[in-house]
């Protein structure tokens, strides 16, 4: 693995951060206060590549490496984490899961569009009942001819409020546990399925975020992702993907509310000089700074890992582990730095203090992250 980014990875890196800079930072205060959702970012960030980042040209990608997803995603972060996470699931999980087991007339109008940016994307993974133990999700599909009937309720769902189309995951064979869980692809504005309540959250307020209700809901066989009872392996093998995204996503609010705390540090005087001068302040600021640096490291070598086509699921799980714990410590001690006025919310390192705790819940929780690593490890991975 090299450290040193490459040509084509700077010049994204540079180009993601003066669109942040320009187009996203601007708003997101006002996303977070009023919950919009950003469909107008999206589509300027769509005309950069970033809403089909590693996707192959051919399919409306931008073609780039997982090291540049891992960048862009950390950069929009840095300026919303709410953006940030609906580009993570766009591209990781509902672009990757139509790549890697779609077939070539599912890649046409499931992928191509969506890639491209011109419709949005959702995973439907997680229900009210099953959030870590996803083989007990209830949701169920029974075979009628060419057709799947859908029914239950799916929860959490990243811009499931907006989306043209989820990859739902149902239960065709329930007897048969987690091998009787089949993968579709369900289009916004099929007879009985409706997003259900917005869930009201600690953070990430501008995500669309709700319940899909599935009632008799008729999907086309053909909208089914692999084989029938392969819906398991589809799920945990997009994910692995996933939280590469969420790790760099965790890395770009850490990175934010370390540069405000710095920023803030340098310009607050207290006892006659900066408080960037006491000890405990600078010894907060170097853990916050060698922190982050870690995450990042460890969340590009899965990435990199990922490019080389080898399995990278402990990678992918000790980044998203790490960078997400990182994240909420970062944000406390950015807060504890700002003191009272990091308590308001006209100081941005409130709202990454909020945003920053549910990168330990969603897409797998930090415990099962630790299970992932533990098994690899006893394994002698």
Aim: glycine share 8%.
């Amino acid at each position: 693995m090299d450290l040193e980014l490459t040509a084509e990875q700077k010049l994204l890196q540079r180009n993601v951060r003066e669109f942040a800079e320009a187009e996203v930072k601007p708003v997101a205060k006002e996303l977070d206060e009023t919950g919009r959702y950003p469909r107008d970012i999206l589509q300027k960030a769509a005309a950069l590549g970033l809403t089909g980042i590693t996707v192959p040209e051919r399919y409306g990608g931008a073609g780039m490496d997982h090291i540049c997803y891992a960048i862009a995603i950390e950069e929009i972060a840095r300026a919303c984490a709410s953006t940030a996470v609906i580009l993570s699931v766009q591209n990781s999980l509902y672009c990757g899961a139509l790549e890697h087991f779609g077939t070539e007339e599912q890649k046409q109008k499931f992928l191509v569009p969506f890639a491209r940016g011109e419709k949005i994307g959702s995973y439907a993974l997680t229900e009210p009942q099953a959030g870590s133990n996803a083989a007990a999700l209830t949701t169920k599909a029974v075979r009628r001819g060419d057709r799947y009937v859908v029914n239950g309720t799916k929860a959490w769902i990243t811009s499931g409020g907006v989306a043209d189309a989820a990859v739902v995951f149902v239960n065709t064979q329930p007897e048969k546990g987690e091998k009787g869980i089949t993968a579709l692809v369900i289009e916004k504005g099929t007879t009985g399925f409706a997003a259900g309540k917005e869930e009201k959250k600690l953070g990430i307020h501008a995500t669309a975020c709700c319940e899909l209700v599935f009632t008799d809901c008729e999907v086309p066989a053909a909208n089914r992702l692999g084989s029938e009872g392969e819906g398991y392996k589809v799920a945990l093998a997009t994910l692995d993907g996933g939280r590469i995204g969420i790790a760099s996503q965790a890395i770009g609010i850490a990175q934010d509310a370390f540069d405000a705390a710095l920023a803030y540090a340098r310009a607050r005087q207290a006892f006659g000089r900066p408080v960037a001068e006491f000890q405990a302040i600078q010894f907060m600021l170097s853990d916050m700074a060698t922190e982050i640096d870690a995450a990042r490291l460890l969340a590009r070598r899965a990435a990199w890992k990922q490019d080389s086509g080898a399995r990278f699921s402990m990678e992918a799980a000790m980044a998203k582990l790490f960078a997400s714990e990182m994240a909420t410590r970062v944000a406390h001690h950015a807060m504890q730095i700002h003191g009272a006025n990091g308590y308001s919310r006209e100081y941005p390192v409130e709202r990454a203090y909020r945003d920053a705790r549910v990168t330990e819940i969603y897409e797998g929780t930090s415990e099962i992250q630790r299970l992932i690593i533990a098994s690899w490890a006893l394994k002698g991975s």
